[in-house]
């Protein structure tokens, strides 16, 4: 089994990076040869918060991430010194999300055969 992390950077919207991350993310998933995981920094923080509503046939990132954390083993974290910079709550995180720390992208990192960073 290869185990891969993504690391997100990017804006949600507008910056198309984070996208394009959970997309190949999201398509690794669905193939149980993989592990993926999904750790988001910086202003890539708010593409897991619950509740986005966006314009009809626009992308949606947490629905994007939900097929990583369904996918099986798939785990997704979200930086928590991230997340309080914006005044994002662990309760506004999508469900399978968590608050994640510094140790835990460390482990991660360690873990992973493959780490890909958008």
């Not at 919207?13 to 995981?37: C, F, I, M, Q, W």
């Not at 309080?84 to 469900?95: F, Q």
């Amino acid at each position: 089994m290869t185990q891969v992390l993504f690391i997100l950077n990017g804006a949600p919207y507008g910056d198309e990076r984070t996208y394009n991350g959970l997309r190949l993310a999201g398509s690794l998933a669905k193939k149980p040869e993989h592990e993926v995981r999904a750790f988001l920094m910086g202003d890539a923080a708010p593409a897991a918060k619950d509740g986005q509503h966006v314009p009809p046939g626009f992308y949606n990132l947490q629905i994007m991430l939900n097929k990583v954390i369904r996918s099986g083993p798939g785990r997704v974290a979200v930086c928590g010194t991230c997340m309080d910079a914006r005044g994002i709550t662990d309760k506004e995180l999508v469900e399978g999300a968590h608050r994640g720390t510094l140790e835990e992208l460390t482990g991660w990192t360690e873990w992973a055969d493959k780490v890909l960073v958008f």
